[in-house]
T-cell receptor, first 115, second 114 residues
Framework: GAGVSQTPSNKVTEKGKYVELRCDPI?????LYWYRQSLGQGPEFLIY????????DSGLPNDRFFAVRPEGSVSTLKIQRTERGDSAVYLC?????????????FGPGTRLTVL | AQSVTQPDIHITVSEGASLELRCNYS??????LFWYVQSPGQGLQLLLK??????LVQGIKGFEAEFKRSQSSFNLRKPSVHWSDAAEYFC????????????FGKGTRLSVIA
């Protein structure tokens, strides 16, 4: 079956611009996670959705970052006034249910480059 | 708070040789433990996971890992490495309860030489 998909695969933008990154989870998965992976690092948690609501947004670095999941399926990560330090690979994952036990399936990521 | 340490940033092994990638975790209770592999341009793929029971866990692609509570370790092993195993490997820990996300180590890059 189809896995987690993310678009675009690459995004180059200029400092100060606004970007949106999209994630399509596996059909039927209720939980959706966003992670950020900087060069040479492991993925770091940003935000987690259970259904339509953000259950935990403690990983968002500041208020320039925002994410939505209005219908409980597709999610969009939004970054305002991008900075060079935002350059990273943004990973999305989904799981059938929430909770530490459930396997998270990852998408290929969106590589964001802020010039 | 949970944390994961992967002491080896980069390991090089010969094709056909055995492999062990180290992972140490810090968590106050019984953790859920995972190993993921990431090939260039690819997403993270789950190799195996440990929740409870048998401490030796078998995964895909011939990998296995052993949970050792006394050492807070979850090392990944493979008896004979193939060139296609060259990739980045990440160990991760999840909480037993609640909806906490995974905490990842910084990864170990595996190179395979002929």
């Amino acid at each position: 079956g189809a896995g987690v998909s993310q678009t675009p695969s690459n995004k180059v933008t200029e400092k100060g611009k606004y970007v949106e990154l999209r994630c399509d989870p596996i059909s039927g998965h209720t939980a959706l996670y966003w992670y950020r992976q900087s060069l040479g690092q492991g993925p770091e948690f940003l935000i987690y959705f259970q259904g339509t609501g953000a259950a935990d947004d403690s990983g968002l670095p500041n208020d320039r970052f925002f994410a939505v999941r209005p219908e409980g399926s597709v999610s969009t990560l939004k970054i305002q006034r991008t900075e060079r330090g935002d350059s990273a690979v943004y990973l999305c994952a989904s799981s059938l249910f929430s909770g530490g036990a459930d396997t998270q399936y990852f998408g290929p990521g969106t590589r964001l480059t802020v010039l | 708070a949970q944390s994961v340490t992967q002491p080896d940033i980069h390991i090089t092994v010969s094709e056909g040789a055995s492999l062990e990638l180290r992972c140490n975790y810090s968590y106050g209770a019984t953790p859920y433990l995972f190993w993921y592999v990431q090939s260039p341009g690819q997403g993270l793929q789950l190799l195996l996971k440990y929740f409870s029971g048998d401490t030796l866990v078998q995964g895909i692609k011939g990998f296995e890992a052993e949970f050792k509570r006394s050492q807070s370790s979850f090392n990944l092993r493979k008896p004979s490495v193939h060139w296609s195993d060259a990739a980045e490997y990440f160990c991760a820990v999840g909480a037993l309860s609640g909806n906490t996300p995974l905490v990842f180590g910084k990864g170990t890059r595996l190179s395979v030489i002929a």
